[in-house]
């Protein structure tokens, strides 16, 4: 406000402004401040959920594997029972015909 001089009617409004401008200014740079704290701690709760994420992903998959395993258990014990019992019928049968034929 140089070019006004000492009798400026606008002189102490403009002043009054620019304490205002200041005042939300520093107000501006402290919420900022803040955001931004916010932010980062944001990003590393995101990266340790992200950590865990990935160990749940891990332990599902060998779970998953482990499942499998378990459930073709049953299947291979039933196909080699019915195996050992086909392979006891064709014993007996084979039997049956070599006694019938006098060798047995």
């Given at each position: 406000m140089?070019?006004?001089g000492q009798n400026c009617p606008i002189?102490?409004?403009v002043e009054s402004l620019e304490g205002q401008l200041a005042e939300y200014q520093a107000q501006n740079s402290a919420r900022h401040t803040e955001?931004?704290?916010r932010l980062n701690a944001l990003e590393k709760s995101e990266a340790?959920?992200?950590?865990h994420y990935n160990a749940i992903m891990?332990?599902?998959d060998n779970l998953?594997?482990?499942v499998c395993n378990l459930e073709q258990k049953p299947a291979?014990?039933?196909e080699a029972l019915v195996r050992d019992v086909v392979k006891l019928v064709v014993a007996a049968v084979v039997g049956f015909?070599?006694?019938r034929a006098g060798l047995g």
């Open positions: 140089a070019d006004c002189a102490g409004r955001i931004f704290g340790v959920q992200e950590v891990d332990k599902l998953t594997s482990k291979k014990r039933w015909f070599l006694a």
